[in-house]
Every structure is written in C-alpha cells, then in structure tokens.
C-alpha cells in the first residue's frame, strides 16, 4: 500500500496520512485574569486571582480550545515555540504534534510554564479533531464509562467557619455530591490546632454518609504528617492529599506506609517520566495528574496507563471541563475533582458547562462536537493580552 501522503518533516516513524486531512492554519492565545471572590489560599500558598492561558488551533474554518492555569508565560511559550511546529501540521495527528512540541523546546526547559503551553496547546487539536469530525470529545476517545464521578473541592485556610460550612453544606445538600475535600496545613504545617477543628468542623458539617478528603499541599514534615493522620482517622478522612511535597516521594511512601487514608499526588507532574519515578517508589494509593500541565489530553492517557499497570486508579485535578471527556475514556479513573476556583471560571466565562448533580458529570451527553465548551463574548473584560 502506497500512502497518500508524505510525513511531516522531522516526524517520527512512516505514518500513513490521508490527502485530505485538514492542516492547522492557525495558532491563538489570550491571557485572562479573575480575580476570586474572596481571598483563597491552602496550607502553602495564596491568591487573590487566577490565570487563565487559552489557545484557539484552527483547521478547514473549524476552531478547537484549550487552556490552562498559570502564569500569563505560558501565552508567550505557545507564540514562541509552539505555533510554528503545530501550523501546517494534519490536525487528525496530534500525538504526533504533542511529541514534535516536546521536542521542539528540549532546551527552553520542558517542565513548568512550558509544560502548560504544551498541554494547552494539546487539548485544543484534541477539540479541534473532534468538532472536525462532528463528535463528543469522550466520543472520539472511546468510552468507557458514561458518568465521572467527581468530588467537591475547596474549603480553603482563609474560610472562616460558616463559609466553610456553607461551601460544603452546598455540594452535599443542594448538589448531592458525595464526596467533599478541604484544605490543611496551614501556614507550611504551623497551624496543627486550627488543621484539626477545621477537619471536625468538615465532618459535622457532611455527616458520617459522605466521604471527607484533606490536601496539605505538602505542607508537614514526614512525622508532623503521620501524628496528624491519627486525628483524621478519628474522623474517618479516607483521602489525605500531599501530606509531604511531591518533591519527595520517599517522603509521600513512607507516610503512605504508616497512615489509613489513601496518599495521593501528582498534580505537579510534567513529564511522563515523573510519574513513573513516583509510582516506582511506591508513593501513592491514587495517582493524580492534571490535563493542563502534564502534557494535554495525549499525555494524561498515557499517565492512566501506567497506573493501571500497577494496579492504581487515577484521579483528575482540577479543570473539571477539560478532564471530563479523557477521564470518561479511561477504565481505572477514581474520580474528578470539581474545584470551586476553577469551576467558577468555567461556569461564568464559558458556555457548555456540565452539572454534577447526584456526584457526577456526563460529558458528551447532550451531543456537542469537542469538549463542548466556548468562550463567552463577557470574557473579554478579564482579558489581559
């Protein structure tokens, strides 16, 4: 069989190309800053706004989105290295587009800003490909279920009482969502006492029928960690996220060694390899991995696939709409976090949003091509550049 169509220059292997495929003609990024509703922050960090990075890929007059958080240098990174290696490129080839990128910025320091350009850039010729061909993202991926489970996100350090409350009263009585997560480890651990009665607070507020997550942000010390897990057994927290920085796995396995709840990580992850070095030092229960910074759609699937090969599920961090289709497409997928910074952005800036009513989203169910999400024109006023 002849192909109908030469490779790329500089792509790998003797892939067949169909004539026709449509090229990407165009690549576009916006930056746009929102400011929170109240001042955020969890046990090592804090913000008053959040970033958003997006790019529009354009093929045969059809326009595929993606973003990501962070810094506004992600916008920069896609202009400068990305967009010419994706333009001209066949649309229906985007993992060989997600390898050509890495390559391309082999020396303009792959992990970090570069590595959400690179995953924006990826989630939006995954949307690209999927409004071409007139199906749901989930569709083009293949399903493997129809409902994600997902589980309320916030409870930040800077609640006081009754908000945390009211936030977590929210998800559980009005959303029906079952499961709900708060943040500890306030100020770099400093804070064990308030850690503690927010902990009991959240569990008075959800009720013994829910299941009560806490993320420190790798905020304790290895010990500090294992003496404060004695206190959420107490409370039956089933979830205990970055009890130590991701940083050190040996850290994060040998807390899992001596703790009930489940120890996950993995929001950090930028390259493949990382998460193949955490799940070798036998550091989680649950790999987490985030669509807009390990690499896109095309790296999160391989992510999954070396957690079900070690018996692992895995778990979506934030940017719920982004992770919706890909976690539906996967068989080990645990759940999808729905955090509240993230989900009122997309709530308010894009059209197309799901509902987790009953602890759980449907991507693709009402039939729209691509991820179905879509900028609203009221955005602009958020826009930076």
């Avoid at 050509?100 to 959400?116: C, D, F, K, L, T």
Wanted: a negative charge; aromatic letters at 6%; hydrophobic letters at 40%.
């Amino acid at each position: 069989m002849t192909p109908s169509a030469e490779p790329a220059a500089g792509a790998r292997g003797t892939a067949v190309r169909s004539a026709d495929a449509p090229a990407v003609e165009s690549v576009e990024t916006a930056v746009y800053t929102v400011p929170t509703g109240v001042p955020e922050a969890d046990g090592t960090l804090a913000w008053d706004a959040t970033t958003l990075v997006t790019v529009r890929v354009t093929a045969a007059d059809v326009t595929g989105l993606g973003w990501s958080y962070g810094s506004p240098a992600a916008a920069e990174a896609v202009r400068a290295h990305l967009a010419a290696v994706v333009t001209g490129r066949p649309a229906w080839d985007v993992p060989a587009a997600n390898d050509e990128m890495s390559r391309a910025v082999r020396n303009a320091a792959r992990p970090g800003v570069i590595a959400h350009a690179v995953s924006a850039v990826d989630i939006a010729l995954w949307d690209l490909k999927a409004r071409l061909l007139g199906l749901p993202l989930v569709g083009l991926l293949g399903a493997a279920r129809t409902e994600v489970p997902v589980y309320g996100s916030g409870g930040f350090t800077t609640y006081d009482d009754g908000r945390q409350d009211r936030q977590l009263r929210a998800w559980t009585e009005e959303s029906g969502i079952p499961r709900v997560k708060i943040k500890i480890g306030e100020s770099w651990g400093a804070r064990e006492e308030r850690d503690r009665d927010r902990v009991s607070r959240a569990r008075r507020s959800v009720g013994d029928a829910v299941e009560l997550y806490v993320d420190a942000n790798g905020g304790y010390t290895r010990k500090q960690a294992v003496r404060l897990a004695r206190h959420l057994d107490a409370e039956g927290v089933l979830w205990f996220e970055e009890p130590v920085s991701s940083d050190d796995p040996a850290g994060l396995a040998e807390v899992r060694a001596a703790v009930s709840a489940d120890v996950t990580a993995g929001e950090y992850g930028y390259t493949l390899p990382y998460f193949h070095h955490m799940l070798a030092a036998g550091a989680v229960d649950c790999l987490q991995a985030d669509v807009t910074r390990c690499g896109g759609i095309t790296v999160w699937q391989r992510v999954a696939a070396l957690a079900e090969a070690r018996g692992l599920e895995i778990s979506g961090h934030c940017a719920p709409h982004l992770h919706a289709h890909v976690a539906a497409a996967v068989p080990n997928l645990r759940h999808l976090e729905w955090f509240h910074d993230h989900v009122r952005i997309e709530t308010a800036l894009f059209t197309g949003a799901l509902d987790p009513a009953g602890g759980s989203v449907r991507p693709g169910a009402d039939g729209s091509p691509g991820h179905g999400m879509a900028l609203r024109s009221d955005a602009e006023r958020y826009r930076e550049r």
